[in-house]
Structure formats: C-alpha cells, structure tokens
C-alpha cells in the first residue's frame, strides 16, 4: 500500500489551498476496510500535532486551532482524503503528514500508515 500526499505550497496569508492524501494498493490480502483517517502537521522545531481526522462514517474532529477554517472529507470511489484549509494564517506553517488506518473485516487485523508529508508556507 501507498500512501501520497499532495497539495502542499506557498500562500498568502488568508488565501486557501487543499491538501489531499491518495491510499493505492492494498495493505494485505485480507478483507480490509479504512477506520479513521487524520492529518497531523509539524512546524519546524515543533512536535506533531493532531489537525484532524475523519472516521468511516464520516464524523469529523478538528484541532481548536483550525476549527472553523479546516474541512476534511473523503472521497471513497478514489480513496481520498482531502483537506480542504481557508483563512490561513503563517502559523499554519508546517508539513502536513496522513494517516490512515486500516482494519480487517471478521478479523482482528489493524493496521497503521504514513504518507510522506506534504509542506505549507503561509506567508505574512
């Protein structure tokens, strides 16, 4: 399984971009379904911090600082997740990372993955 983030970029303060989190392959031959999917960001010299996460039927959780501005969804025929971010601020910046969890049908088979992040520069 692969996992690709994109979308990442340069932007002005208060502009709008959308980062988005593609899964292809398949993580096992098992049958397998997606459980919760999240994005985290990490600022330089920061640790990472929780952004926002959907589960499978499609409840969403954001992070106070972009509640408000952040959506996240899904787009289950591409198995996309994207994040759709607006009124950004420069302290936005940050790479933006996915990850997904996968689970196994009648089975207790999980597991975790990470996409390579994808990186934001909000300007002033």
Same mark, same amino acid.
């Given at each position: 399984?692969?996992?690709?983030?994109?979308?990442?970029?340069?932007? #002005?303060?208060?502009?709008?971009?959308?980062?988005? =989190?593609?899964?292809?392959?398949?993580?096992?031959?098992?049958?397998?379904?997606?459980?919760?999917?999240?994005?985290?960001? #990490?600022?330089?010299?920061?640790?990472?911090?929780?952004?926002?996460?959907?589960?499978?039927?499609?409840?969403?959780?954001?992070?106070?600082? %972009?509640?408000? &501005?952040?959506?996240?969804?899904?787009?289950?025929?591409?198995?996309?997740?994207?994040?759709?971010?607006?009124?950004?601020?420069?302290?936005?910046?940050?790479?933006?990372? =996915?990850? %997904?969890?996968? &689970?196994?049908?009648?089975?207790?088979? &999980?597991?975790?993955?990470?996409?390579?992040?994808?990186?934001?520069? %909000?300007?002033?």
């Amino acid at each position: 399984v692969q996992l690709q983030a994109s979308g990442g970029g340069l932007v #002005q303060a208060g502009g709008y971009l959308r980062l988005s =989190c593609a899964v292809s392959g398949h993580p096992t031959s098992r049958r397998y379904s997606f459980g919760t999917v999240a994005w985290y960001r #990490q600022a330089p010299g920061n640790g990472r911090e929780f952004v926002a996460d959907i589960t499978n039927d499609g409840t969403t959780t954001y992070a106070d600082s %972009v509640k408000g &501005r952040f959506t996240m969804s899904r787009d289950a025929l591409k198995n996309m997740w994207n994040l759709q971010m607006s009124s950004l601020k420069p302290e936005d910046t940050a790479v933006y990372s =996915c990850n %997904v969890n996968f &689970r196994g049908i009648s089975s207790d088979w &999980r597991m975790s993955s990470w996409g390579q992040g994808t990186e934001l520069t %909000v300007s002033s």
